[in-house]
């Protein structure tokens, strides 16, 4: 059976209602990534960011998993142990749909982590700025979330996983975000097939054997067969 990782990124959960951030109107365009998306901007103004990702957390809990997350999670099942899903994504649709080889690589709103002993907790839906650690008690709780400057989380296993995939597929991303949108280069380098599953080509389209136009609910469930 092949091994397959498939990277997924905002566009996938777009027809779920959830904003993705640099189309049309996007997060991006309400908010500037340096206010929201960096420990910088929650340094300078914590209710902001808290404020941002209570209203996301808000609107994921509320969020059902489209026709796309439908089709991975059916993938991962007809091949169990094959299949690894790779999100930038905070919301949880992928495990809402059933996948459960799932690798947040941005952090998750679902949960809530100390800034001062690392510890993690499930993230109440609406988070205060102050709000105490569980485990060490100190009032350092911020969102679990990668913000921009801070190393993504599971790499080394992405890393090893990217080695031995036979085929390495990006949906919904649109290859503006490191070192996510790097990762095309490494499959390819270790012989994947590489399938680009976006509405329109994104910024590293150049670097995929396959490319496939449209809306993640359409063209993921054709591809996955
Ligand atoms: C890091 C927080 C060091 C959670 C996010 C070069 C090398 C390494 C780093 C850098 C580099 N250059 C710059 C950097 C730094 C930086 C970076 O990449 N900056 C960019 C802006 C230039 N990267 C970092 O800081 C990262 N950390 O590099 O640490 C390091 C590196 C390697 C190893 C160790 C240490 C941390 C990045 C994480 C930042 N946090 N999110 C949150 O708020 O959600 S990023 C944010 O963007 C989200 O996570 C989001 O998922 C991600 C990527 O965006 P996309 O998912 O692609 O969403 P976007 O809106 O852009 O695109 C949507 C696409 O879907 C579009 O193409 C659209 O056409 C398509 N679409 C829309 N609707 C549909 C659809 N497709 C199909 N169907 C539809 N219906």
Redo the contacts with the bound molecule.
């Keep these: 059976m092949p091994k397959i990782v498939i990277l997924t990124?905002?566009?996938?959960s777009?027809?779920s209602g959830l904003g993705?951030?640099?189309?049309e109107g996007?997060?991006w365009a309400r908010h500037r990534?340096e206010d929201?998306?960096t420990p910088e901007g929650f340094a300078s103004n914590p209710q902001l960011v808290v404020d941002f990702?209570n209203a996301?957390r808000a609107q994921a809990a509320e969020a059902s998993p489209n026709a796309?997350h439908a089709a991975l999670a059916r993938l991962e099942a007809e091949m169990p142990g094959d299949v690894l899903i790779v999100t930038?994504?905070?919301d949880a649709l992928h495990e809402k749909a059933g996948s459960q080889n799932v690798l947040h690589m941005?952090?998750a709103l679902t949960s809530a982590l100390c800034a001062a002993c690392e510890h993690r907790w499930n993230a109440p839906l609406a988070m205060t700025v102050g709000e105490a650690c569980p485990s060490c008690e100190r009032p350092t709780a911020r969102p679990d979330?990668?913000?921009?400057?801070?190393?993504?989380y599971h790499?080394e296993e992405i890393e090893a996983r990217l080695s031995e995939a036979d085929i390495f597929a990006a949906?919904?991303?649109?290859?503006?975000?490191?070192?996510?949108?790097?990762f095309v280069q490494a499959a390819a380098a270790y012989g994947a097939l590489t399938v680009e599953?976006?509405?329109?080509p994104?910024l590293v389209v150049s670097q995929f054997d396959e490319t496939y136009s449209?809306?993640?609910?359409e063209?993921v469930p054709k591809w996955v067969g």
Aim: proline content about 4%; glycine content about 16%; aromatic content about 10%.
């Design positions: 990124g905002a566009g996938i777009a027809e993705t951030f640099r189309d996007g997060l990534i929201v998306a990702y996301r796309a930038q994504n905070v941005h952090g979330i990668v913000w921009f400057g801070e190393i993504p790499m949906i919904g991303t649109s290859g503006n975000v490191y070192p996510a949108a790097g599953l976006n509405l329109e994104s449209g809306l993640a609910s063209t």
